[in-house]
């Protein structure tokens, strides 16, 4: 403790000592005369009232809080605080100052800024009660909403209440309100006064109900013994048509049996009356559409072409229940053997379709029977052609079957489905002909490829729907005469095709045995056309696919422009003399031999030439796709046009040879030049009957 602060204390002290002696020297008078009374009267002393001075400090706040206003204290605490600011600066002075006389200002100084800390905590606790006050009275005003908010409800609930009594007592339904009773002109007329009362009942509503009502039941009981007594005699009516039916089934299997004894005499006589009878009683279960291809087909095969047949085949029971019950039985069926097909998963739970599945299998459901259209060749090729009819999207699917004579005969040119696309320009059988399909599977919710989904069941030819009569712009149904003017032409292309396809198919498996094959082996017809002699020969032929011939340059031209798709059959031959060898990537299209097969060449000698840097090349491709006769179009018509390259092959290498100083190829062609005009065309024109090359 420093010196000073010592020192200031023990002033204290002694000027606190001076001050009693003082005090106790001077007593006044009165005191004394006080004291003396208080002597001699003895005082009953009364125990002294206990204050609480906590609450009443309080009580006081309190009511200092709610009667002054809070604008009042903010600014009585705005002066405190400048009065705390002033005097704080002044106690920072006098302490610079360290003087004697700036002790006492600095005790004084602190003695007052220590009221102006109390007023500061009075007036914050005056703010607190305030705060306290408006909470309480909030929560008390929260409390009335509440309390109003639960009364509402209460009454709101009353309300709602009675409101389903009211409504409750309006619709009260009694059950004699379902009778449906005679009206009063004939219950009046019919009933007996006994019972109808009209003294009574004319005046009184509910009495005349009550009238009707014993009335209606006493007829109902009349009616219903009337009926039991009909009900009787049709019993009796169906035993005896029941006993004529038996007789009529016994009939019916003697019938049978008669027939199948004069099955021997049938075959005999190369008759088909069961079968026939069989085809009859199945056709009257076919839907429209399949019915006028079997009736035109049927009549087409009898009076013009015997080498084409038609069946139906099909489950029959099926189909009674399917013309009896509509689609409903069927589809219930459907959903039986649905339910049976759910097996149990890897996992042992069971695997369960959903609703799109079902409703998908329901749209591309076809009728239970089917139309086979079997064509033959004379060579004994057949192709069977199965006719199905899809009954909700009301179109017809086409699948195929193919049966070779020559068992050895295998590729995709004689596959159905090749055999049966493009049978008419643009119908490829990918994409639905009825339009209305397309906004039916979109209000059922099913998306994706349609053409897809519906060849699943087959493909939808246009020609199939024109030999079952469909007209998807006319609004009728099916029509006889659609179906008669396409029978004839339709059958007699796809035997054409066939026959086309087996011999393109025969051609293309000589052509594939590559250096194997001589051409020696042609037919004569064939050889007529060039010189016998012929130096190149086949090297390789095989099939490749779309990107592969496209990847190639001499074919950028051809696939750009169109002339060639996916669709067609593509094919690389490769052929070869000495050092020369030449590339020809042939393209054939479904109408063949309508449409010529298509080359692109290119020749690697001195170096690689195609059509579009070697004008020789480019007339060579002309020579092989352009200036083919019209008589030339046969069955035969790519053995000779590979042919036809080789002879060219051959003159485009000796006639380029014969102008080189030393010529690598001997020339035994006849031409009058080797080249000719400006161009220098090359001699690729042959004249049979001269036998020499001459250009163009």
């Known amino acids: 403790m420093s010196p000073a602060v010592v020192k200031e204390k023990s002033e204290k002290a002694e000027k606190r000592k001076k001050e009693d002696k003082d005090g106790g020297k001077e007593e006044s008078a009165p005191a004394k005369q006080v004291k003396q009374d208080l002597k001699e009267k003895p005082v009953k002393k009364e125990p002294p009232k206990r204050v609480d001075v906590y609450k009443e400090i309080l009580s006081m706040e309190l009511r200092e809080s709610t009667e002054r206003s809070v604008a009042e204290d903010e600014r009585l605490f705005t002066d405190t605080c400048s009065e705390l600011r002033s005097l704080l600066r002044d106690l920072y002075n006098l302490k610079l100052a360290k003087g004697d006389k700036s002790k006492a200002e600095i005790k004084e100084k602190r003695i007052q800024a220590s009221l102006l800390f109390v007023k500061m905590k009075k007036i914050n606790r005056l703010e607190k009660l305030r705060i306290r006050a408006a909470r309480e009275k909030t929560n008390s005003a929260k409390q009335k909403v509440d309390q109003f908010n639960l009364q509402l409800q209460n009454l709101r609930y009353e309300v709602l209440h009675l409101k389903k009594e009211v409504s409750r007592c309006i619709n009260f339904w009694s059950a004699d309100e379902g009778v449906k009773m005679v009206d009063l002109p004939q219950f009046y007329a019919e009933a007996p006064e006994d019972i109808s009362k009209p003294e009574i009942t004319k005046d009184d509503l509910h009495q005349q109900k009550l009238a009707r009502l014993v009335w209606e039941l006493k007829s109902r009981k009349a009616l219903d013994a009337e009926a039991n007594e009909l009900e009787e005699a049709k019993n009796q009516k169906d035993t005896v048509v029941q006993t004529k039916e ?382 083919v006769k019209e008589e030339e179009h046969t069955d035969d018509l790519l053995m000779s046009q590979v042919y036809k390259l080789c002879v060219l092959l051959d003159v485009l290498l000796e006639t380029v040879s014969s102008l080189d100083p030393e010529p690598l190829f001997v020339s035994d062609k006849n031409f009058e030049r080797p080249v000719e005009g400006r161009q220098r065309k090359l001699p690729f024109k042959y004249c049979p009957k001269e036998k020499i090359f001459s250009q163009r």
């Open 246 to 627: 038996d007789k009529m089934k016994d009939l019916g299997r003697h019938l049978k049996n008669i027939l199948k004894a004069t099955r021997p005499v049938q075959e005999s006589l190369n008759l088909r009356l069961d079968e026939e009878r069989a085809q009859v009683s199945l056709a009257t279960l076919l839907p429209d559409p399949l019915y006028i291809l079997f009736s035109q087909a049927d009549a087409y095969s009898r009076s013009l072409d015997p080498l084409t047949s038609v069946a139906i085949t099909g489950d029959q029971d099926k189909a009674k229940a399917f013309k009896d019950g509509g689609e409903e039985e069927s589809g219930e069926e459907d959903e039986v053997e649905e339910k049976e097909r759910e097996g149990k998963g890897r996992d042992g739970k069971k695997t369960i379709r959903g609703k799109s599945g079902t409703k998908k299998n329901k749209i591309f459901k076809a009728h239970p029977l089917s139309v086979i259209l079997k064509i033959k060749t004379e060579n004994g090729d057949e192709l069977d052609i199965s006719f199905y009819y899809l009954v909700h999207l009301n179109i017809v699917t086409v699948q195929g079957r193919v049966t070779l004579k020559d068992t050895t005969y295998s590729g995709e040119v004689v596959e159905a489905s090749s055999l049966l696309s493009y049978l008419y320009e643009g119908d490829e059988g990918q994409h639905s002909p009825n339009i209305k399909n397309e906004y039916q599977l979109k209000e059922a919710g099913i998306s994706g490829d349609v053409g897809k989904l519906i060849r699943e069941s087959g493909s939808p030819f246009v020609w199939a729907q024109r030999l079952a009569g469909l007209n998807f712009l006319s609004s009728g149904g099916p029509q006889q005469n659609i179906s008669f003017s396409h029978m004839q032409s339709t059958v007699q292309t796809i035997r054409k095709r066939l026959v086309s396809r087996v011999s393109l198919q025969h051609q293309l498996n000589q052509l594939e045995q590559g250096k194997g094959f001589k051409f020696s082996t042609l037919p004569p017809e064939i050889l007529e056309k060039f010189p016998i002699k012929v130096h190149s020969h086949l090297k390789s032929w095989s099939s490749i696919t779309w990107e592969k011939y496209r990847a190639h340059e001499e074919s950028s031209s051809v696939s750009q422009d169109g002339l060639v798709d996916s669709t067609d059959f593509l094919y690389k031959g490769v052929l070869n003399r000495g050092v020369a060898t030449l590339t020809a990537l042939v393209n054939v299209k479904h109408d063949y031999p309508a449409s010529n097969p298509v080359f692109c060449l290119s020749l690697t000698w001195k170096e690689k030439w195609t059509a579009a840097n070697n004008e020789w090349i480019r007339d060579m491709e002309k020579e092989m796709n352009v200036h």
